[in-house]
Nanobody, 116 residues
Framework: QVQVMESGGGLVQAGGSLRLSCAAS?????????MGWHRQAPGKPRESVAS???????NYRDSVKGRFTIPRDNAKDTVYLQMNSLQPDISAVYYC?????????WGKGTLVTVSS
């Protein structure tokens, strides 16, 4: 059973940066197809933020292009979300997801709050 663990959330002032981490375990040595980040703000649906395949194909939500990056360490089954120039509207719970062998696994989320 794949387990997904996020870390790195917290409170940051507007204009600041934050780096989230997501580590997958229990992969049994099988390749992870895709790792990514979603977020959910109060009263809003969960939305995709960024994702990266094992081959390095990256997708970003339009609103975060140029401010967020999603580095991945395949050897460690770990993905990061580097967030710069943060503004209050990105405050949300950020969830990591991992796709492997046709299944998607989710972490419990990490809260990001940007103060104005």
């Amino acid at each position: 059973q794949v387990q997904v663990m996020e870390s790195g959330g917290g409170l940051v002032q507007a204009g600041g940066s934050l780096r989230l981490s997501c580590a997958a375990s229990g992969t049994s040595g099988n390749m992870i197809n895709r790792m990514g980040w979603h977020r959910q703000a109060p009263g809003k649906p969960r939305e995709s933020v960024a994702s990266i395949t094992g081959g390095g194909i990256i997708n970003y939500r339009d609103s975060v292009k140029g401010r967020f990056t999603i580095p991945r360490d395949n050897a460690k089954d770990t993905v990061y979300l580097q967030m710069n120039s943060l503004q209050p509207d990105i405050s949300a719970v950020y969830y990591c997801n991992v796709q492997q062998t046709g299944r998607t696994y989710w972490g419990k989320g990490t809260l990001v709050t940007v103060s104005s």
